[in-house]
């Protein structure tokens, strides 16, 4: 089952407006209150157009601290790397901490890289924001399978059907470990499977999303599920 919060936008660019206008406001009540706003960032193409958005913003960048979902095994300045395309549009550009934002060092291997970051997210939760995407086959982070919750809250993703088939991802547990999930889905190739979770199936994407998550969704994502129209 979808996410009770969970809306069909017209389009894309709608979706990467409403998605950063809840960030922002996640972001200066977690500020108000707790003095750090702590976001992890979802990977893939669909969240670049939020982080553009987001990048120019004024905001009080001092206290953000950013995390990823996943990443890929990859060198550090691979143009494939989750946290390259984050860098680029988005972090290059505002005044965050270098200290302050933390990816994944999957450039040294899955396994040790996964070990590293569950050390640092461990004291880190319950995390502010969780930020998702969803693959066309249901997938999420590099999660491609519902076998199981891991003990480590980061985990080394060997043989994913995806290349590169080595990778690093939060677990199942630590996606949930939050005070709001924000789910972005966009694009036709979605449809099926986000037509899928609705029915219940058992997608990675279920298995990780609470039912108090926020899902926004396109039009052409969403046209064959049956939930709440756009908002404004």
């Given at each position: 089952m979808l996410p009770v919060n969970s809306k069909i936008l017209p389009n894309s660019e709608d979706?990467?407006?409403?998605?950063g206008r809840i960030v922002i406001a996640e972001?200066?009540?977690?500020i108000r209150e707790r003095q750090v706003f702590r976001i992890v960032l979802a990977g893939g193409s669909t969240p670049r157009r939020t982080y553009e958005m987001l990048a120019g913003m004024v905001q009080d960048w001092s206290a953000w601290e950013i995390f990823w979902s996943d990443e890929r095994c990859l060198p550090a300045d691979d143009a494939e790397r989750n946290s390259r395309m984050a860098h680029d549009v988005w972090l290059s550009r505002v005044a965050i901490p270098a200290r302050q934002i933390h990816p994944i060092p999957a450039e040294?291997?899955?396994a040790r890289a996964a070990a590293e970051?569950?050390?640092?997210?461990?004291?880190?939760?319950?995390?502010?924001l969780v930020l998702l995407g969803m693959g066309e086959d249901g997938h999420t982070?590099?999660?491609?399978?519902t076998n199981g919750d891991h003990i480590a809250p980061v985990i080394a993703v060997h043989g994913a059907p995806k290349p590169p088939?080595?990778?690093?991802?939060?677990?199942?547990?630590?996606?949930?470990?939050?005070?709001?999930?924000?789910?972005?889905?966009?694009?036709a190739e979605k449809s099926a499977a986000l037509l899928a979770w609705q029915q219940g199936a058992e997608l990675p994407i279920a298995h990780a999303v609470r039912s108090d998550a926020c899902l926004l969704a396109d039009a052409d994502a969403g046209h064959s599920a049956n939930f709440?129209?756009?908002?404004p």
């Amino acid at each position: 089952m979808l996410p009770v919060n969970s809306k069909i936008l017209p389009n894309s660019e709608d979706v990467a407006a409403h998605a950063g206008r809840i960030v922002i406001a996640e972001a200066e009540a977690a500020i108000r209150e707790r003095q750090v706003f702590r976001i992890v960032l979802a990977g893939g193409s669909t969240p670049r157009r939020t982080y553009e958005m987001l990048a120019g913003m004024v905001q009080d960048w001092s206290a953000w601290e950013i995390f990823w979902s996943d990443e890929r095994c990859l060198p550090a300045d691979d143009a494939e790397r989750n946290s390259r395309m984050a860098h680029d549009v988005w972090l290059s550009r505002v005044a965050i901490p270098a200290r302050q934002i933390h990816p994944i060092p999957a450039e040294h291997g899955a396994a040790r890289a996964a070990a590293e970051y569950s050390t640092l997210v461990v004291d880190r939760q319950p995390f502010d924001l969780v930020l998702l995407g969803m693959g066309e086959d249901g997938h999420t982070a590099s999660l491609f399978s519902t076998n199981g919750d891991h003990i480590a809250p980061v985990i080394a993703v060997h043989g994913a059907p995806k290349p590169p088939s080595e990778r690093v991802s939060l677990n199942f547990q630590t996606l949930r470990a939050c005070r709001l999930q924000l789910v972005l889905v966009t694009g036709a190739e979605k449809s099926a499977a986000l037509l899928a979770w609705q029915q219940g199936a058992e997608l990675p994407i279920a298995h990780a999303v609470r039912s108090d998550a926020c899902l926004l969704a396109d039009a052409d994502a969403g046209h064959s599920a049956n939930f709440m129209a756009s908002v404004p």
